[in-house]
């Protein structure tokens, strides 16, 4: 892990394969440990094809998050 880092949202899908579910959280985890900022979201029934659904829409988990995370 870098020593410094900009919040970074890490998120999976819950519909997704279990070992990139386990790696997902095992890299939240890694970040939290070290102090880095940015939280770690899984949006059950979504994989890594319908995940991004919720960033196209404006109304979407993924977009609220990201607006979160660049907001002052």
Same mark, same amino acid.
């Given at each position: 892990?870098?020593? !410094?880092?900009?919040?970074?949202?890490? !998120?999976?899908?819950? +519909?997704?394969?279990? &070992?990139?579910?386990?790696?997902?959280?095992?890299? +939240? +985890?890694?970040?939290?440990?070290?102090?880095?900022?940015?939280?770690?979201?899984?949006? &059950?029934?979504? #994989?890594?094809?319908?995940?991004?659904? &919720?960033?196209? #829409?404006?109304?979407? +988990?993924?977009?609220?998050?990201? $607006?979160? $995370?660049?907001?002052?």
């Amino acid at each position: 892990m870098p020593p !410094t880092s900009v919040p970074l949202i890490v !998120t999976c899908g819950g +519909a997704e394969l279990p &070992e990139l579910r386990r790696q997902s959280a095992e890299f +939240a +985890a890694a970040r939290k440990h070290a102090g880095l900022p940015g939280p770690f979201v899984e949006l &059950e029934g979504h #994989n890594h094809f319908t995940i991004l659904d &919720e960033l196209a #829409n404006s109304q979407g +988990a993924l977009t609220k998050l990201v $607006l979160e $995370l660049v907001s002052p």
